[in-house]
């Protein structure tokens, strides 16, 4: 097999590149950073804040809005950027998928022009 003449096929473009930009808390300059940086995806990780309950409710707050803008655009499952998230995340999948082990059946998609700064 090694000395046959056989060859793959290219890399597909939409594969080939996988950069992606991880930013800090969701703020109008870490989305400009994100999207100028060449990447063609981006996330921003909020996690829990022990010291300031006011903060950490601010930044679950945000997770939660994520969260159930993913489950009703038709996304199985998430990510979570702290283990102290799993249950918010499991919570708005649960809440809104109820027993189904996925959502392939539906044409949820939601259209991302209409995501204005104040959604993120």
Do not use: Y
Not at 22 to 42: C, D, H, Q
Not at 64 to 77: F, N, P, Y
């Amino acid at each position: 097999m090694r000395e046959g003449d056989w060859s793959c096929a290219p890399v597909p473009p939409a594969i080939a590149d996988h950069m992606v930009e991880i930013t800090g808390p969701v703020e109008r300059k870490m989305v400009i950073n994100a999207l100028n940086s060449g990447a063609k995806v981006f996330m921003a990780a909020q996690i829990p804040i022990r010291d300031d309950p006011t903060v950490n409710e601010v930044a679950l707050d945000h997770v939660k809005k994520s969260k159930l803008r993913e489950v009703r655009a038709g996304h199985d499952g998430t990510w979570a950027a702290h283990r102290g998230l799993i249950l918010v995340c499991m919570k708005a999948f649960d809440d809104n998928m109820g027993n189904a082990p996925n959502q392939i059946q539906t044409n949820k998609r939601e259209d991302a022009a209409n995501i204005t700064e104040e959604n993120l």
